[in-house]
Nanobody
Framework: QVQLVESGGGLVQAGGSLRLSCAAS????????MGWFRQAPGKEREFVAA????????HYADSLKGRFTISRDNAKNTVYLQMNNLKREDTALYYC?????????????WGQGTRVSVAT
């Protein structure tokens, strides 16, 4: 079992930045591929970014490349999502998730989410 707790969400002005964190506990964090997803009001959950257990490779939703950066610190059992130049359409509930293999299609563990609101 892996428990995931997100933090770092909040209200930010358009053009601003936020860094989300996801702290993991339970089984060896360093074994897992980690991902970030988001769900905007009235929309389906969508993929944001993923990072392999070693930190490389990473993968991003095409629309977010260049603005969002995923990273991890295995010593701290934490994965991060740096979000820059935020836009109103980035408003969503952001979730982190874990899966045991980079090529697996299903994420096995999910956090409860942290809310990001971007004001214009």
């Amino acid at each position: 079992q892996v428990q995931l707790v997100e933090s770092g969400g909040g209200l930010v002005q358009a053009g601003g930045s936020l860094r989300l964190s996801c702290a993991a506990s339970g089984r060896a964090f360093g074994d897992y591929t980690m991902g970030w997803f988001r769900q905007a009001p009235g929309k389906e959950r969508e993929f944001v970014a993923a990072i392999n257990w070693s930190g490389n490779p990473t993968h991003y939703a095409d629309s977010l490349k260049g603005r969002f950066t995923i990273s991890r610190d295995n010593a701290k059992n934490t994965v991060y999502l740096q979000m820059n130049n935020l836009k109103r359409e980035d408003t969503a509930l952001y979730y982190c998730a874990a899966k045991s293999d980079w090529f697996a299609r299903v994420y096995e563990y999910w956090g409860q989410g942290t809310r990001v609101s971007v004001a214009t």
